[in-house]
């Protein structure tokens, strides 16, 4: 039997028996098996998402606002509008390709680890119920921001794991440097989002309502507790956080939905209004004269919608945007008016106080864009 020579072996050889294994490794963590099959099949399924957003349209880098909130993200004039799915749907899509990435990862982490400890089916629902409650608090701290993604269930399962280890269920070879880890994920994530552009409302939701869970799953391991109550203390966990959802909605203002609906009505209305200007230029006067006509109905229904908004139970800031809106419908009521004196009349005698009044609808449309 010949020996082998270790001393002479082959560099580029002992190289790619090493990638061959990190490999190898890397797609263990990606294969769903018994006891391991939620963190994999999570992975997927926003991988499969991401990428049919890209198909249909969505930017790989940096998909706009729109197709996020076509697809389903986290925008409060929508999601409080009767669409608290979004709540959901939310944690399951992504702002391109970096933010997919870099949320798998953290997942990857941390889901070989404590998956096997709590069980397949109480990790994916714990989860969920993380990612919900991430979403609710993004959706109660932000007024108009769309927002998306596995964050706030990430850092549930975060939060969840640090109070495994507290208790001893979790780690306990590597305890105190897992648990090092853990507070610097944490910690450096949280202030990574104080530069803006982050949903940090999220991170703190998911992260307190892991907390929670994580405590609820300690208290079910309970050897006196865990046969006779384990399963009724993991419906409390789904009661708790749905009990956060309402607290958070009710907390809003009153009429904060019928004032969303309002001005999604608002902007339809403008919408069709507008058609007027994206005539043909070869369009007829008859035509023309009765699309003007038709508008300037419809700024009467868009002045009546401002008005009415102004008697919804919403915070003093709605108000303001109230002014500004009753302003642009204003100028635009006047802009049409005059437009069509100049259209019935043949006459080019209206041509500067249409420019002028152009300009004043300009700058309306700007303050609009400008309100926060």
Known sequence: MDNLNTENADPAEEMMNEQEADQNSFLKLLTPVQNY??????????????????????????????????????????????????????????????????????LITIGPILEPVMGSVRFILFYILAGIAGSATSFFWYESTVSAGASGAIFG????????????????????????????????NLFFGLKGGVDNAAHLGGLASGIVLGGIYFVSTKENLKNKFGMILQSISVILIFTYVAVVYSLLPADLSKYYAKMEEFTKIETEALVVYSLPQNTDKVTYVNEVKKGLALWDKAEKIVTEAYALDVPVKYTIKNDLLKEYVDVRKKSYEVILKALEENSAAYNQEVEFLNKRVAEAAKKLQEFK
């Open 37 to 106: 099959f939620a963190t994999p099949i999570i992975i997927f399924a926003n991988v499969a998402i991401f990428f049919l957003m890209v198909i249909n349209g969505s930017d790989f880098l940096s998909p706009e606002a729109k197709d996020m909130i076509d697809w389903g993200a986290n925008f409060r004039p929508m999601t409080i509008n009767g669409q608290l799915w979004r709540l959901f749907t939310s944690c399951f899509l992504h702002i391109g390709v970096i933010h997919l990435v870099l949320n798998m990862y953290a």
């Open 157 to 188: 399962m975060y939060g969840l794991f640090l109070v495994l280890l507290q208790a001893k269920l979790a780690g306990t070879e590597n305890r105190k440097n897992l648990i090092a880890s853990v507070l610097i994920f944490i910690a450096y």
